[in-house]
């Protein structure tokens, strides 16, 4: 898959739980607009619930779902890793959910 074939959006993230069979990923309820869709991340060891409650971020939107330890994903946040931190892309600027992220 190429970069422009990635349909990614602006998601604000409406709920954080703890997924309730993996000791370091949360199951996220996200707001992309149309709908709210469940992603599964690993993001545990990073960020508090709080951190990402209400946090804009980027969703990969037309990934197939995939099951993680019986939670289904419907989608992947994008995030950066520098060896020690690991950090949620957000836009710069505060948008609608569902709002198109582009390239040119």
Known sequence: MALSDLDLRVGVVKRVEDHPNADR??????????????????LKKFYKPAELLGKRIIVVYNLEPKTFRGVTSQGMLLAA?????????????????GTRVLFE
């Open 25 to 42: 990923l949360y199951v996220l309820k996200v707001d992309v607009g149309e709908k709210e869709i469940t992603l599964v991340a690993g």
């Open 81 to 97: 890793d520098d060896g020690t931190n690991v950090g949620v892309l957000t836009p710069i600027r505060k948008v609608r959910p």
